[in-house]
């Protein structure tokens, strides 16, 4: 919009109508850019209250007839939490949203008229506790909503830290707490509950885009379909585990089979019912007696925990446990032993064993923190129901993204992954990758041939085949120096698992637009390092790299290949043709490899290499490609090429981390986005670049 008073860019978004309403109604959202005022600093409404159309004042317009409709629903202020379920495993099927398991605090925040307050699973106002969380709701830009979400404190290693949040709580010092954010029930008078949780996390999406990114609020990511392999990733990482949602279903209070989790450890909330004496040199207590509540309300044993503590939580819970003291244990079945104190059932706590034995008690616990958030009432044995699944495809087939997956099972080769699998991959991560995909001329690896095929099986494929070809990849005609030739684009998710439904298992994509692909809007720097050169060392040319472009006014966004290499991509304004930007870039290589020689090489020649970078700039040129970033790689393993920041290079990157598996795990826990500001660092080729190198500017 360029407007008066709304400005910038905008999300328009049509809702639902409420029972009995024949209008539509809509919101609309402002985007985070430069035209973002936070409300503090400006408010529209007081410093242009007036009309934009006809200056009159509100006032003014509702004399002459005009009334505002302020008929809106109240912000449900008592609505129950959304519960999940414990399952054994996660289920599969695209109908499920997928969403890491956060360890934290279960926290709705209630904005109304601009206020907002902080609650928790039993009703508690902690808006004190989270002050930082509730200032960031309040700058968003709505008078009125409730968030549903998680308060955490993200480790360095971006896992979620419960012992962090509780000594930040202790501390009174929120500053590390988080809001993960990931439903929204309630928006500016519309009652939210009745839409899809798709729905609402689109809304919720567009609410979080308004604040800053690293800040006090931020949107759980999700994935879809897949679950299965997105918990075993989870529980790869070391995560507590994984949460999947019904995506097509309304907002239920209460647990339900529409939110299930699946837990890589066990782990749930005990009640305590005594202590025993600590030994040695230890005070406050040896170990705590847990129990739950059974289905007649009895308090059961469940074993004791005497491990996780520090000396700061064993002499808070001691005292805890001395102003609860009595003298008769609320155990139905106490443990038979010596030596044993009671308090009445009150103090909840979160435990971490690895089983549950036969007799109905806790191996190996571990103590993770004091839950005040908790109804010690409400604490029973978790115990894991079979995951829902979904009816099979027929014939052995899948679907994904819409597109139907035949042979799901089939192992690609020399990849080593089911086609199935790799649909799900795609579906993921599509959100990610079409950004750098969409709207360029596209060439694939197909490896169609099943485990039996190996690389020798797998060709290169850049012009659609006149028969049997996915309508979902549109075709362009090119017309080449030669000839005119048909290629193709992938323009949605829809046409890219079409690809994989054709076995491809590399996608590499031009460095202009098809709808002007005869000029770039970037270059390519393609290290390649030669014999005796680890990847530690092409990070550091990569550098070197960078800081040359960077004194040209030009920028470099890093890109693992999928293999030893690292690609450096520079946004550049769509205006030179292609054998000029190759002129520039072959330039720009030669008096690279002339100032460091040591570090770096021109040639192709195998021969030149070893123990050098090889910096390719022959991606640049007319018709040539490069991967696709979140492209896989037809190698054993499956790596995929994943865009990452300088500081990420910096602290020592592993390319080989990347894979299948890894990066949906990777995206869903970012903090912010390796290439923030690629758009705004856009640069021309001006002529004085190409003078600085010796070139004569292109005409």
Known sequence: LTGSKLTGAWVLVRMKPRPGEKREN???IKERDDHVRPRAE?????AEADSAASGRTMEQIASGGVARDTATAPVPLDAPFQLATLVDEAPDGQQWLHEIKYDGYRLQVALDRGRARVITRNRADWTDRFGPIAAVVEALPATSALLDGEAVVFAADGRTDFGALQAALSAKDPGPIVFVAFDVLYLDGFDLRDESLLRRKELLKALADTVPTGGSLRFAEHFTGGGPAFHASACGLLLEGSVSKRGDRPWVGGRSSDWLKAKCLGRQEFVVGGWTDPAGTREGFGALLLGVFDETG?????????TGFTDQTLAAIKA???RSATEVSPFADPPRTSGLHWVRPELVVEVAFREWTRDGVVRQPSFQG???DADPRAVVRERPDPAPSEPAPADGEAVAAGVTITNPTKVLGPAGIAKGDLARYYET??????????GRLVTVVRCPHGSGGGAADCFYQKHPEPKGWPDALRAVPVHDRKATLDYFTVEDARALLSLVQLGALEIHVWNSLATDYERPDRFVLDLDPGEGVGFAEVCAAGRIVRDALDALGLAAYPKTTGGRGLHLITPIEVEHDFDAVRSWTHAFVEALSAAHPAVFTARMSKVLRPGRVFVDYLRNAHGATAVCAFSTRARPGVPVSVPVS???IDAGLDPAAFDTASVPLRLASLKADPWAGYEASRRPLEA?????????PPA
Do not use: I
């Open 429 to 438: 991560v599509a959100p990610w990758m079409m950004p750098h995909l969409a």
């Open 26 to 28: 809509w919101l609309l």
């Open 370 to 372: 004091a839950r005040e």
């Open 646 to 648: 300088w500081e990420e």
């Open 298 to 306: 009895a308090l059961r044993y469940a074993g004791r925990v005497g």
């Open 320 to 322: 805890r446990l001395d």
């Open 688 to 696: 004085a670049l190409f003078a600085a190198l010796g070139l004569t």
């Open 42 to 46: 400006y408010d529209v409404l007081v």
